[in-house]
Every structure is written in C-alpha cells, then in structure tokens.
C-alpha cells in the first residue's frame, strides 16, 4: 500500500512538473528573433540530446533499442513548425491547439491499439469517449480565439529609426559642417536637417522570413494548420516505445525482454530528435546555397528552452511509468495550455478582449473536464 502510495505521489508530482516546463519553455524565445526557426529547432534539439545524455549515464546506460528513435524523428518533424506557429498565431493559442490535438492523438492510437500496440482497455469505455470527444470540441473553440501579434519590424537595436543617405556634396543649413560626407555612410537624424529626416520603421526587415510576409488572414491559415499537424505529430512521438513495451512480452519477438521502465528510453528518443534535426538543418542549409540565416544572440535561450523541454520530457516518462499512459497522457497535454495562457495574457498580452477571455475559459473548462473523464475511465 505504501509502495503504490508513493508511485501515485511521483507520478502526479511528475506530471505537475512537466505541466510547468511545457508551458513555459518556450518563453525565453519571445522577446529574441528567430527567423524562419530551422536554426533554433536544431539549436533546441541538441540541448535536448545533451540533458538526455546526462539521464542516461544517471541511469547507467540503459540496453539502446533504435526503434525508439523513430519516435524522435517523428517530434522533431513537428517541432519544425514550432516558429512559425509561434509568429503567426502566438505562443499561447499555438500550444492549446496542438496541445488538443496531441492529446486526442494519444488517446486514440492507445486506447484502439494503432501502429500495432496493444489496445488499452479501461473500465468505463462511455467516460473515455465522452472526455475524447470534450478534447475535440475544445480544440475547435480555440481555433475562434484571435491573438494579437505585433508585426515583425527592424529593432532599434540593430536598425537607426531615421536614416538617409546623403550624396557627396557639402551639408548646408544653419549649424551644420561644410565638410563633405561619406556616401556610403548613414548620416544619424539628429544631424539631419528636419527635410532630410526620413522615418523607415514601417518597411518590413531585409532579412524577414516566409512567415513574417503573410497577411493577416494567411497567418491565422498557416498557423492553425501547422498547430494542428503538429499536434498530431507530437500525439504520436511514444507510439514506437509503447511498441516496443508491448512486444517485450513477447517471446518470438525481438524486442523481447526490454525493459519496462519508459525513463531507460529517453536517450534513444532524444538521439531520435537530435539526428532528424540535424538532416532538417542540412537540407536547410543546402536549400539556402549555403547561406543560411543565424540568429547568435538566440543560442542561449535556445539551450534554455531545449533543456526545460528535455526535463519536462524525462517526468513525463516516469509519469507514464508510475501512473500508466491512459493517466499522465491527458493531465500533461492539456495543462500545459493553461500555463501558455497566462503568459499569453498577463505577459505578452497576446490574448485581449473580454470575447476571447470567455472563448478561452469555456474551452480550458471543457478541456480540463475531458481529461479527468480520460482519466478516471481507468479507474
């Protein structure tokens, strides 16, 4: 009793550190450019492989079973879209919705046994159904909530506000030098007579990505849909280690025998994870002649943000393990939404207008309420 006590007490404290980390790892990324992400997604990645590496020695270098990379490879692709979800429709609304979708992924390919895993079979089959079905009416009301992102214009840290070039010619006007001046040289508004002053902060960056042309409703379009596919790419990402846990039972498979114990898998996925991203950023690179576009001053939120995921990752394993999948599945997908929320609204005020506030909180209520009935359907 005591033993199942305390695997109850790991379990959800698991899942509420995870719920935390999920919703927050990509908050250090808010306020630094990221272009188009390619860069970033790889950045992110090989922090994620590195805190992996160190849960691996921890554990002592668990038995290394590749399938398990499949599942890696599988997030990793989803991961991609991750920036411009970001861009288009905001933090906030981008993780509910994949987050829904995430959930409603999980839940389907385990409890009728897709990608040939044994189907998960629960005590109240009704509630089940009913807490799927909440998941799914709750993800289309957020896909009604509309975010406020600003639009991607130069930052004054790196772009004068007012510049013009002036020609080779000796400045005239009250005050000012008749020494001549450099062409190439931008001469700073202060210096400039009032004619001469020229605003340029309403152009859009030389260096803009894809995602920072779109109109406004071409964003909502683009971003909602990357959310969503996403969302069920990441719904799958523990299909291929369930798999493997599945067939360990099995004397006339060649998985048989492996270990039980999801944490042992972690490493496997993250090197998953780390290698489709380094492909991703190749082929970008290719595609780019070469000349792909970097961002230095994101690395280190990059590693930030790659290591709180890796983190959340790892409690979301021993989640799985102390409380079983059909359990930790549906907590941990839908409270990172409400974590992402708050930021959303009270940090980067992507979220406005008494409209959305009530959209948002019908749809967290309804999201909340499918993940208890997914969950106690166990019980």
């Known amino acids: 009793m005591s033993s199942n006590r305390t695997d109850l007490t790991t379990g959800f404290i698991s899942c509420s ?42 554990l002592r270098c668990p038995k290394f079973w590749p399938f398990a990379m499949v599942g890696g490879c ?8 991750v920036v411009p979800i970001i861009k288009t429709i905001g933090l906030s609304l981008g993780l ?6 995430t959930a409603l992924t999980g839940w389907a390919s385990s409890r009728f046994g897709w990608f040939g895993m044994d189907a998960e079979k629960v005590s109240k089959p009704l509630l089940n159904y009913f807490g799927a079905g909440l998941s799914v009416v709750s993800a289309f009301i957020f896909l009604f909530i509309r975010s406020e992102i ?45 004619w001469k002053v020229v605003n340029k902060t309403q152009e859009p960056c030389p260096g803009d ?23 069920i790419l990441y719904g799958s990402t523990f299909v291929p ?58 690395v280190l939120p990059g590693f930030l943000s790659g290591g709180l ?10 989640a799985n393990y102390t409380l ?18 708050m930021w959303g609204i009270f940090m980067f005020k992507e979220i406005q207008g008494l409209r959305n506030y009530l959209l948002m909180t019908l749809a967290f209520c309804i999201i909340v309420t499918g993940a208890l009935c997914t969950a106690f359907s166990k019980i």
């Open 17 to 58: 550190v995870a719920i935390l980390l999920f919703g927050s790892n990509y908050v250090p990324l808010k306020k630094y450019e990221t272009g188009d992400g390619m860069f970033l997604q790889w950045v992110l990645c090989a922090a994620i492989w590195l805190v992996a590496l160190v849960a691996n020695l921890i």
């Open 96 to 101: 509910l919705i994949w987050g829904s979708f």
């Open 309 to 318: 995921w890796a983190i959340a990752t790892c409690c979301w394993f021993i």
């Open 241 to 298: 280690i369930i798999y493997i846990k599945d067939h360990s039972k099995r004397n006339d498979c060649i998985y048989a025998g492996a270990s039980q114990y999801d944490l042992d898998y972690v490493f496997a996925h993250s090197s998953g994870i780390f290698l489709t991203s380094t492909v991703y950023f190749l082929a970008y690179c290719i595609a780019m002649k070469n000349n792909p576009k970097l961002y230095p001053e994101a």
């Open 324 to 341: 079983s999948a059909v359990v930790s599945f549906p907590i941990i997908t839908s409270g990172p939404g409400f974590i992402a929320a």
């Open 74 to 81: 599988i997030w990793a692709t989803g991961n991609i879209a």
């Open 150 to 194: 600003p639009s991607n214009m130069c930052s004054v840290d790196t772009t004068p506000l007012m510049i013009e070039h002036v020609p080779l010619l000796p400045a005239v006007g009250p005050g000012l030098s008749s020494c001549p001046l450099n062409p190439t040289a931008h001469t700073p508004a202060e210096v400039l007579p009032p």
């Open 209 to 231: 990505s894809w995602v920072d042309k779109l109109s406004t409703v071409q964003s909502r379009i683009v971003g909602c849909s990357l959310a969503v596919i996403s969302g």
